[in-house]
């Protein structure tokens, strides 16, 4: 497994296995607590595994957490994801600098997220499924979110949206949500 920084994200690395393919399909290794810990993250930090399925279409996000944040490692287990980082980070050198990836089940590659990034993902194939480790109990008291569609982000999503949930929808956008976290 490779660790790769990303440039527009401080603090977000890539995760790259490599997979042993033969006519059985693949084999590869997801998470690695030596490769983690070679770039300085504690893998002893996650404490929470989850999943999501979504549909082709189907948008999540954007979504951050107030208070102390939430760091995660992300992955398309299988399927194809668009997935969008942008750093909401005050005091970071990359402060509101976006990233976009193209995560899938076929490279099973993982996204590091640091606390205080805003993330959120749009299925690119019939069923995506999205597996997250968190560093942090979930809090929903703590859920944020921001508007996909905020002029201000001017996020390329790649597909028309066909669904996403009700808390999504009504999302304020980025100026509203950076007042909030300020006041």
């Not at 979504?63 to 287990?77: F, P, T």
């Not at 509101?96 to 194939?125: I, K, M, W």
């Not at 929903?140 to 002029?151: G, R």
Request: with cysteine.
């Amino acid at each position: 497994m490779k660790a790769t920084e990303v440039p527009a994200i401080a603090g977000a690395y890539l995760f790259e296995p490599t997979p042993y393919a033969d006519e059985r399909g693949f084999f590869c290794r997801t998470f690695d607590a030596d490769v983690l810990r070679s770039v300085g993250l504690d893998p002893d930090a996650f404490v929470q595994d989850s999943v999501s399925r979504s549909v082709r279409g189907v948008l999540r996000g954007m979504h951050l957490r107030s208070g102390a944040g939430e760091a995660k490692l992300v992955r398309c287990s299988y399927g194809k994801v668009f997935d969008v980082v942008v750093d909401l980070r005050p005091g970071s050198p990359t402060y509101r600098n976006q990233a976009f990836f193209d995560l899938s089940g076929e490279t099973q590659v993982t996204l590091y997220l640091p606390a205080g990034c805003a993330h959120g993902f749009q299925a690119l194939t019939e069923t995506a499924d999205v597996s997250y480790r968190i560093d942090r109990p979930h809090d929903p008291a703590e859920d944020v979110t921001i508007a996909f569609d905020d002029p201000e982000l001017a996020i390329p999503w790649p597909l028309p949206v066909i669904s996403m949930s009700e808390r999504d929808r009504k999302a304020p956008g980025l100026a509203e949500v950076l007042r909030q976290r300020e006041g």
